[in-house]
């Protein structure tokens, strides 16, 4: 066993994650357009609190205050996502110069607090008016999602230097266009898989753009990747394990590396005769796919244990088996090696390729005691086993090249609404004060000592 108190390389990258559509608010501000998650938001039963992000942390109107806390927890990296309805209300055509003008004054007043700016271009919010032509299941949007990572590129580009694509495209296909949990709230096989391959195409488009107008860019694509265990030795469980992995994993990482789509994930679909038309995937689209990135981003939260019996009719539902231990309140197995695992399997599956964890984090609900103190031991437990399974990673030779904490804040969870907190900072709706929980106090010392007390 390694000293636990070794230190990460100095250049790597300590940083913390949120998305625009979970904290901005402002969903009115300056001429933004509507996107598919205020639409959703509105269709009753959808959000599980009745919620949505019309306000959210109203980090849209308090940002300076929002980059003053990142600064006093000594960040070097900020993830965060560009709404695309802000810049494009219309999802193309004319600009809408304020809302592209507060991306500006985000990205200078990190700079100014010497924290790297590091944009995704979309987590989720896609104008409501592309969704109208179809959506990612059509593919005039993919084109017009290259136009999009141009106007930000050539806006920010002279400022910023880490861009990446798109943020877990599994979810926006399965979850929105499969599962219809997610916007667009969508149940089709068909979907599913053409919204995939569209958002898949629409990285590849967009790589050589941000290239184009941004020289030094380092570019790169999320993708939230879950290992995968069989319950039991069985042929069934095995068989469901390789189907799952496939499905969730193999299938966004082998095109982005040049194979093309898994043979046996394309066995199995023609079999089933999952969907009849595959006649979206055009000549030359898996070679676009394939285009050369500078980094994996990987989100990271728990693992998958994979009963037979749930494959294939459910498929899609939750092919999983409990596992033992506290939860987190995702109701989420807490599994610190699973991202060791994964980190090493990618590395050797797929590398070489520098890899970031671009999210991990947990959501407990603990909030201020008596005295106003935030004692949320089982996120920084959370959060100390996964920075040391980075280290284990590391220590196995993976380019492992920085750390970003889901999420700065609490925030809009999607379907869950603003009841699971996943945020370093706490965040009083009602008074829109921050406060930072003892794990965001935790993680400063960590970033400062440069790894693990
Ligand atoms: C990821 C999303 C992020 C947040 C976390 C908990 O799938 O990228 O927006 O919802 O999960």
């Not at 250049?11 to 904290?23: E, H, L, M, P, R």
């Not at 919620?51 to 927890?73: I, K």
């Not at 195409?201 to 020289?215: C, K, T, Y």
Request: hydrophobic share 40%; proline share 7%.
């Amino acid at each position: 066993m390694a000293d636990p108190s070794e230190r990460f390389p100095s250049d790597f990258v300590w940083g913390a994650a949120t998305s625009s559509y979970q904290i901005e608010g402002a969903v009115d501000a300056d001429g933004r357009g509507p996107s598919i998650w205020d639409d959703f938001c509105k269709v009753p039963g959808a959000i599980s609190d009745g919620s949505d992000g019309a306000v959210a942390c109203d980090h849209y109107h308090r940002m300076p205050e929002d980059v003053g806390l990142m600064a006093e927890l000594g960040l070097q990296a900020y993830r965060f996502s560009v709404a695309w309805p802000r810049v494009l209300p219309q999802g193309r055509g004319p600009v809408n110069g304020p809302g592209l003008d507060f991306y500006d004054r985000l990205v200078d007043r990190l700079l100014a607090a010497d924290i790297a700016p590091w944009i995704t271009l979309y987590h989720w919010d896609l104008p409501s008016a592309l969704q109208a032509e179809g959506g990612w299941v059509s593919r005039s949007t993919a084109e017009a999602f290259a136009d999009y990572a141009r106007v930000v590129a050539e806006r920010l580009g002279d400022r910023v230097r880490h861009w990446t694509t798109h943020n877990e495209p599994w979810c926006a296909s399965a979850l929105g266009h499969l599962e219809g949990v997610h916007a667009p709230g969508i149940k089709s096989q068909h979907a599913h898989v053409a919204s995939g391959h569209h958002l898949l195409l629409s990285h590849g488009l967009a790589v050589p753009v941000i290239r184009a107008a941004v020289p030094d860019a380092r570019v790169g694509i999320t993708l939230n990747l879950v290992p995968a265990e069989p319950a039991s030795s069985s042929e069934a469980d095995r068989d469901a394990t390789e189907r799952f992995d496939g499905w969730f994993n193999r299938w966004y990482l082998d095109p982005l590396r040049g194979r093309g789509y898994p043979n046996d994930m394309l066995a199995r679909y023609r079999a089933e005769r999952y969907i009849d038309d595959w006649s979206f995937i055009r000549p030359g689209d898996m070679e676009t796919i394939a285009a050369p990135t500078d980094f994996l981003g990987v989100n990271y939260y728990t693992r998958a244990i994979i009963r037979s019996h749930t494959v294939p009719e459910a498929l899609n539902g939750a092919p999983t088996v409990v596992a033992e231990g506290t939860p987190t309140d995702m109701g989420w197995e807490v599994y610190p090696d699973g991202l060791r695992q994964l980190l090493e399997r990618v590395h050797r599956d797929y590398g070489p390729w520098p890899l970031y964890v671009t999210e991990n984090g947990a959501a407990y609900a603990t909030g201020p005691d008596a005295d106003g103190r935030i004692a949320d031991h089982a996120r920084t437990a959370y959060l100390e086993g996964h920075i040391a399974a980075c280290q284990a990673a590391l220590r196995a030779g993976v380019p492992l090249k920085g750390y970003f904490a889901w999420s700065l804040m609490d925030n809009f969870e999607w379907a869950h609404g603003y009841e699971k907190r996943f945020g370093l900072v706490w965040v009083d709706y009602a008074t829109q004060q921050r406060t930072p929980k003892d794990s965001a106090l935790w993680y400063r010392d960590v970033i400062a000592r440069g790894g693990l007390p």
